[in-house]
């Protein structure tokens, strides 16, 4: 009997902490053994110039989720984890968003419902907390905690969603006991209305002005409360999609004062800018999104995040509309005024390319630290054992890359269900070519190999990052 299913031969593997060329042995969907010249497999896999790295965990990607009367999000679970895939992803992590009145139990079901059978990788979600009613705040969340969900997100902003101080610091409170990781949008709900009000009555209402509905104070002040806020309750935050220097400083800052606030961003808050919304007609509605895109320097700020290790988590925040489509970015409702552009964009596929080729490629950070930020910090963040690094022991989930392939992003070349990218001729060096998950191929050189249904649901551990001081 061959001492492996499968070997993958003389590439550079590279993990969050070193990069060496060797063989990698797979068994049973597991890696079991790492070494020079490994022998006895039913398959051999030649990467000689390719790196093999973790498959990318994506933790922050909205996927089928409800988004208001009459829109529908461009990805199902199936369109979703397939451009995943192909961007080189072993696993995602999408909410489960709880609307007001609903159970979170209901909404769980609803979401396992959607996901069944229809993977191509595998996937955990978080959940979004909309209505902390006393039973989901004493009965639901600590039983939903201890069957392996383990993290939410709350918003700061948007009718429906957003928490008022009193909200936020009550499931704060909630998350400390049970050892739960709170994800925050940060963003002053009441700053944003009252701006997009006076933006409205001045009739400034085309895309370009939803950046200026929501500068740049209006994400730093709620990120400072937030951070205030999990202070007086002594528990760890994640403040996600980061998207300039003054929220990213008052993370830094809190860090420095010893407390755990940790942080996300995007690559739209490096590759894209404002201007990009003040494209001709409506075409700015591609790249309305929240946090919305700011300028160079904020580009810059965020580099520096991730380079100094202030952010530990790149995600795509993948949110995705069609744009040539009622249903999407070109609702009716939408074109009277930007309040109303479905919020959002696709970049589920794309996120690792970008971070890899304007990062790694044009030497911003190293091939380590991308691994870190793009996968193994995930893993230990939000409790996903045996995911996010080639180690022996754990799982065979592997992202082949050709480091040299030079393509530029195209709409044409991409799996996802929206009908553009807003990442469009942005010149990409290094490309994943092939993914395993547990072992198995999804993507093999280019081509789509595994079915659907592959991809199995993770419960989580609680992670080590939600303990309190
Ligand atoms: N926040 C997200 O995290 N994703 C999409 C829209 C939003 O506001
Ligand atoms: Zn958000
Ligand atoms: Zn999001």
């Known amino acids: 009997m061959p001492n492996f299913d499968l070997i993958i031969r003389n590439g550079t593997i590279a993990t969050a902490s070193e990069s060496y060329k060797a063989d990698i042995g797979i068994r049973d969907g597991r890696i079991v053994a790492i070494g020079e010249a490994?022998?006895?497999?039913?398959?051999?896999?030649?990467?000689?110039?390719?790196?093999?790295?973790?498959?990318?965990?994506?933790?922050?990607?909205h996927i089928s989720q409800p988004s208001g009367p009459g829109i529908v999000m461009a990805d199902d679970f199936e369109s979703a984890t397939r451009a995943a895939a192909f961007g080189g992803n072993s696993t995602v992590m999408?909410?489960?968003?709880?609307?007001?009145?609903?159970?979170?139990?209901?909404?769980?079901?609803?979401?396992?419902?959607?996901?069944?059978?229809?993977?191509?990788?595998?996937?955990?979600?978080?959940?979004?907390?909309s209505d902390p009613t006393e039973s989901v705040l004493g009965q639901e969340l600590p039983a939903l905690f201890a069957n392996g969900y383990t993290s939410f997100k709350v918003f700061m902003t948007y009718e429906g969603m957003a928490l008022d101080?009193?909200?936020?610091?009550?499931?704060?409170?909630?998350?400390?006991?049970?050892?739960?990781?709170?994800?925050?949008?940060?963003?002053?709900?009441?700053?944003?209305?009252?701006?997009?009000?006076?933006?409205?009555?001045?009739?400034?209402?085309?895309?370009?002005?939803?950046?200026?509905?929501?500068?740049?104070?209006?994400?730093?002040?709620?990120?400072?409360?937030?951070i205030s806020l999990a202070e007086l309750i002594d528990v760890p935050i994640m403040i996600v999609h980061v998207s300039n220097r003054e929220a990213m400083e008052e993370i830094r800052r809190a860090q420095m004062r010893g407390l755990k606030?940790?942080?996300?961003?995007?690559?739209?808050?490096?590759?894209?800018?404002?201007?990009?919304?003040?494209?001709?007609?409506?075409?700015?509605?591609?790249?309305?999104?929240?946090?919305?895109?700011?300028?160079?320097?904020?580009?810059?700020?965020?580099?520096?995040?991730?380079?100094?290790?202030?952010?530990?988590?790149?995600?795509s925040d993948h949110c995705p509309?069609?744009?040539?489509?009622?249903?999407?970015?070109?609702?009716?409702?939408?074109?009277?005024?930007?309040?109303?552009?479905?919020?959002?964009?696709?970049?589920?596929?794309?996120?690792?390319?970008?971070?890899?080729?304007?990062?790694?490629v044009k030497g911003r950070i190293s091939l380590e630290q991308f691994v870190a930020l793009t996968a193994t910090n995930h893993a230990k963040i939000y409790g996903l054992s045996?995911?996010?690094?080639?180690?022996?022991?754990?799982?065979?989930?592997?992202?082949?890359?050709?480091?040299?392939?030079?393509?530029p992003i195209q709409q044409a070349g991409l799996h996802h269900g929206a009908d553009y990218t807003p990442f469009e001729g942005i010149e990409i060096t290094g490309w994943p070519v092939s993914l395993l998950v547990r072992g198995n191929f999804i993507v093999r050189e280019g081509e789509l190999v595994g079915a659907k249904g592959e991809g199995r649901y993770l419960p989580r551990a609680k992670p080590f990052q939600s303990r309190p001081l």
């Open 94 to 129: 999408p909410y489960c968003l709880q609307q007001k009145g609903e159970s979170l139990r209901t909404v769980l079901k609803d979401y396992h419902a959607l996901a069944q059978g229809n993977c191509h990788i595998d996937h955990s979600f978080h959940l979004i907390i």
């Open 38 to 61: 490994l022998t006895g497999a039913d398959e051999v896999v030649d990467a000689t110039g390719k790196l093999v790295l973790p498959g990318g965990i994506d933790s922050h990607v």
């Open 165 to 226: 101080d009193y909200e936020m610091l009550s499931v704060l409170e909630v998350a400390r006991e049970a050892g739960a990781l709170v994800q925050i949008h940060a963003e002053n709900y009441d700053a944003i209305r009252f701006l997009t009000d006076r933006l409205e009555r001045a009739g400034k209402t085309a895309p370009h002005f939803h950046g200026r509905s929501r500068p740049i104070p209006v994400e730093r002040e709620a990120t400072h409360r937030a």
């Open 386 to 407: 045996g995911k996010g690094s080639i180690a022996v022991g754990y799982d065979a989930d592997i992202a082949i890359w050709d480091p040299e392939l030079k393509r």
């Open 261 to 315: 606030v940790m942080g996300e961003t995007c690559p739209q808050y490096l590759v894209l800018t404002e201007s990009d919304m003040d494209r001709p007609g409506t075409e700015g509605a591609k790249y309305v999104c929240s946090p919305p895109p700011r300028d160079h320097a904020s580009q810059e700020a965020c580099w520096e995040g991730l380079q100094r290790g202030v952010f530990s988590v790149f995600s």
């Open 321 to 360: 509309f069609r744009y040539e489509d009622e249903a999407g970015k070109l609702a009716p409702k939408g074109r009277s005024s930007f309040r109303w552009v479905p919020n959002g964009i696709p970049g589920i596929e794309t996120r690792l390319p970008i971070l890899f080729s304007e990062g790694v």
